[in-house]
């Protein structure tokens, strides 16, 4: 893109906060709260108050709409039987949490353990727990103690309710698996439906929970269709951004520190064509290496899932029926008067926690239900015969991949390699998960109101041939983490210490997903809102801090 005109008059805030996202719009609400703070958040995106982001079925809608979303897609590979795969991510306030499956869940204690373990000080379950705790809002069961209440993107459980959906469960705990009254309580194996971010039938975003509160208050800016092209540097501080704005260009200061919100591959991507990242890459790029830190990009990790559909017998009406002609008007009628309806709820309805092999401690495994099924090999397009579908994913995935800018301009994708399937163990893991979802399909107690599968079918049994179907047709699960990883000083590829500041330079964070050093046994959001508050708490007590 060409620039049209520079403006000449820099405006100075204590803090400027890059995305709007799940964890940026916490940190800008929170640091809002200090009396005489100023703090401005800049946005790519547009305003999120549009119907498909706010009804939670306009989910399938809102991952092709090109001005609410960064199209990526990630690197072919064997592995995926050379298929680029679509891996879109919000880019509209409150960031993928506005476009996201809604899906709340928070992981296992050992995956904050660990990153305790790895050297992260104060990143352990029972220090992240207050901060899970504080960015929610449980509406509903939960174990007292572990659940927050009163402030926070609130958490409601299902309340519609397909009787398929509930012999899956029963199929499930025939299987083993008992069922959870609350997974996100501290014990996550089980069965059962999921808890989301919905309320009164409409998405709600760490955007509406926190930051448009905070724009009430006189000291938060929000400046919308801001993209950040690049950080402006003084030496080795950061002293602000330089940012367009259709075919103007600005920059703004920071008094006290530059905080990257923009998600896993947008923050490594700023950071490299900003000039900090391996040398050799940035010099591959015509990027001029102001600060050599390998680990930027590195250490990309993804959920990566597959999925099996039933044909239901023909007098069962799911919801590939009742998303069309009248069913779907009294559905929308329905929502309207708030009403439980079929608009409104998760893509994925049930969940199984569970493990692949004897033995394990934790479930290693997240298998998810719903009475529903989209065309084989087209995305989110719902079969024209009544269906079901059942996926699953491993917890914690070894393969490890990069994201990496391929030019200096952040309008020209980077590269997103996230080698799915690329360690022998993931795979093993993915066919057990499979095989076992493949199992409770199969169930007797099923068999009342299903009929046949049709993906992948009977002509695939044996475990290498459900190998072979997960590359050829599997997919992400949209839970990109990892490539700004936290981590000690010893550890050469950490990109931010254990306070989130990134290593040799004064007055830059990131709070987002990328500085997650290992991914959760979980859909990633709500670690990403724990994430911003935790950042928002480490900047207020920093010496940064005005
Ligand atoms: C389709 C989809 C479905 C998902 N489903 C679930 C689910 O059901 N449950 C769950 O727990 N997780 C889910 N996730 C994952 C979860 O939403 C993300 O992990 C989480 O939102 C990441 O938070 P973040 O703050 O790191 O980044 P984001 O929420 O992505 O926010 C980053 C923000 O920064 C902005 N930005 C980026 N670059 C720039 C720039 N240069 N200048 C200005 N602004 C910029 C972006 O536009 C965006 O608004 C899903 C994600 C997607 C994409």
Redesign the pocket.
């Known amino acids: 893109m060409t620039v049209k005109s520079e403006k000449s008059s820099v405006e100075e805030f204590d803090y400027v906060i ?7 719009c916490i940190v800008a609400a929170r640091l809002a709260e200090q009396h005489g703070v100023t703090v401005c958040v ?4 547009p305003g999120d108050l549009r119907p498909f982001v706010n009804i939670p079925a306009g ?1 399938n809608r809102t ?1 092709k709409q090109e001005d609410i979303t ?1 199209q990526f897609k990630t690197e072919p590979t064997e592995n995926t039987g050379w298929r680029a795969i679509a ?19 928070r992981g296992l204690p050992s995956d904050y353990d660990l990153w305790a373990q790895l050297g992260n000080r104060g990143w352990a379950y029972d220090d992240v727990l207050p901060y899970f705790a504080k960015s929610e809002n449980r509406i509903g069961y939960g174990v007292e103690g572990v659940r927050g209440r009163g402030h926070g993107v609130p958490v409601t459980d299902m309340d519609w309710f397909h009787p398929i959906s509930e012999e899956f469960i029963k199929a499930a705990q025939d299987g083993g698996l008992l069922r959870n009254p609350d997974y996100n309580g501290g014990h996550q194996e089980g069965v059962g439906y999921f808890q989301r971010t919905i309320r009164n039938g409409l998405r709600v975003s760490s955007a509406s929970a926190f930051l448009k509160p905070a724009l009430r208050g006189p000291n938060l800016r929000l400046v919308k269709s ?4 690049s950080l402006v540097f003084d030496g080795s501080n950061v002293k602000g951004v330089r ?1 367009i704005m259709g075919r103007d260009a600005f920059e703004i200061r920071a008094r006290g520190e530059v905080i990257l ?4 591959v ?2 490594a ?2 950071m490299q064509i900003s000039g900090i990242g391996a040398q050799e890459h940035l010099n591959a790029i015509g990027v001029p290496c102001l600060h050599h830190l390998p680990g930027v990009g590195e250490n990309l990790i993804d959920h990566y899932s597959a999925r099996i559909v039933m044909r239901a017998k023909r007098d069962v009406v799911t919801l590939n029926e009742m998303s069309r002609g009248p069913r779907l008007v009294w559905q929308f009628l329905k929502l309207l008067l708030n009403r439980p309806n079929i608009l409104s709820q ?2 994925s309805q049930v969940y199984m926690f569970c493990k692949s092999r004897e033995g394990l401690e934790d479930p290693d495994l997240q298998c998810v239900f719903t009475p529903g099924s989209y065309k084989e090999g087209q995305h989110y397009v719902l079969d024209s015969y009544p269906g079901v579908t059942a996926g699953a994913w491993q917890h914690r995935p070894r393969s490890r991949g990069y994201v990496r800018a391929k030019s200096a301009y ?1 309008s020209v994708d980077p590269i997103i390699q996230p080698n799915y399937l690329s360690d022998p163990y993931d795979q093993s893991v993915m066919v057990a998960g499979m095989q076992f979802v493949r199992r409770i399909l199969h169930a007797l107690r099923l068999k009342k109101y299903l009929e046949v599968e049709t993906v992948p079918g009977a002509k695939v049994a044996s475990d290498e041939d459900m190998l072979r179907f997960c590359k050829e047709c599997g997919s992400t ?5 990892g490539t700004a990883k936290m981590g000690p000083a010893t550890d050469q590829m950490a990109v931010v210490d254990d306070r989130l500041r990134v290593y040799g330079l004064r007055g830059l964070r990131i709070a ?3 500085i997650m050093p290992s991914i959760p046994s ?8 724990m ?2 508050e935790k950042a928002s708490d480490l900047i207020r007590k920093s010496d940064s801090s005005p």
């Open positions: 890059v995305g709007a996202g799940a964890a940026g800049l946005e790519a995106g989910f991952l960064w891996t879109t991510q919000g880019r509209v306030v409150g960031g993928s949490g506005s476009i996201n499956g809604m899906v709340y869940n801001a993209v950040v092209t940012y919100c923009c998600g896993t947008n923050t991507r700023l998760t893509p952040v699960g949209y839970h990109l983490v987002d997903s990328s979980a859909n990633t959001y709500a670690a990403s809102m994430i911003g």
